[in-house]
């Protein structure tokens, strides 16, 4: 069974820190990651889609992929209380697999 | 552009009711997806349109729920009779391509169902 695996957390880090969010995946034939924000009572957001190994950018979040690990992580930079939601990681391999998410704490 | 649109927000019924919940996605996305999503857990897939075709609907108790796609467009998905069970947020989202590819999946508002 294909499965994605998240700590649930809760993650708390101080503002202004680096976020380190993991994520580990089971199927080797997964070919694109994508990185969501859901804030409590609210709907998933995209924020981060990365598709070949190595980093990926944009703005505070950087989303590495390690597909030899089995392994994909979202760094947020300088963190701010507004980061503070859950974060759910999705694996595409013919259908899109979710983990449960890692709630973030972020404390001023 | 227009996001994924969905009604109701909420909906409260009693157990053995039936409910109806509507998607439109966005303009020009071949794909819609109705997920379960419970607290506390990720989002459960429960059917796949592709245009007005099902492409997956392994996860959804075809007993109680129901779904239709007419017109490639928007969506319904029905449930009847509705169990204390099924109370949890019905998220509808669309993308431009199947799942199978990589085309990135973006999400309505969602309903908060909740079965008394």
């Known amino acids: ?108 | 552009e227009a996001g994924v649109a969905q009604s109701p927000r909420y909906k409260i019924i009693e157990k053995r009711q039936s409910v109806a919940f509507w998607c439109n996605p966005i303009s020009g996305h071949a794909t819609l997806y109705w997920y379960q999503q419970i607290l506390g857990q990720g989002p459960k897939l429960l059917i796949q349109f592709q245009n007005n075709g099902v492409v997956d609907d392994s996860q959804l108790p075809k007993d109680r729920f129901s779904a239709e796609r007419l017109k490639g467009v928007d969506s319904t998905l029905k449930i009847q009779p509705a169990k204390l069970e099924d109370s949890a947020v019905y998220l509808c989202a669309s993308s431009l391509g199947p799942a199978g590819v990589s085309y990135e999946q973006y999400f309505g508002p969602g309903t908060r169902l909740t079965v008394t």
């Open chain 1, 1 to 108: 069974q294909k499965e994605v695996e998240q700590n649930s957390g809760p993650l708390s880090v101080p503002e202004g820190a680096i976020a380190s969010l993991n994520c580990t995946y089971s199927d080797r034939g997964s070919q694109s990651f994508f990185w969501y924000r859901q804030y409590s009572g609210k709907s998933p957001e995209l924020i981060m889609s990365i598709y070949s190994n190595g980093d990926k950018e944009d703005g505070r979040f950087t989303a590495q992929l390690n597909k030899a690990s089995q392994y994909v992580s979202l760094l947020i930079r300088d963190s701010q209380p507004s980061d503070s939601a859950t974060y759910l990681c999705a694996v595409n391999c013919s259908q899109l697999i979710w983990g449960a998410g890692t709630k973030l704490i972020i404390k001023p």
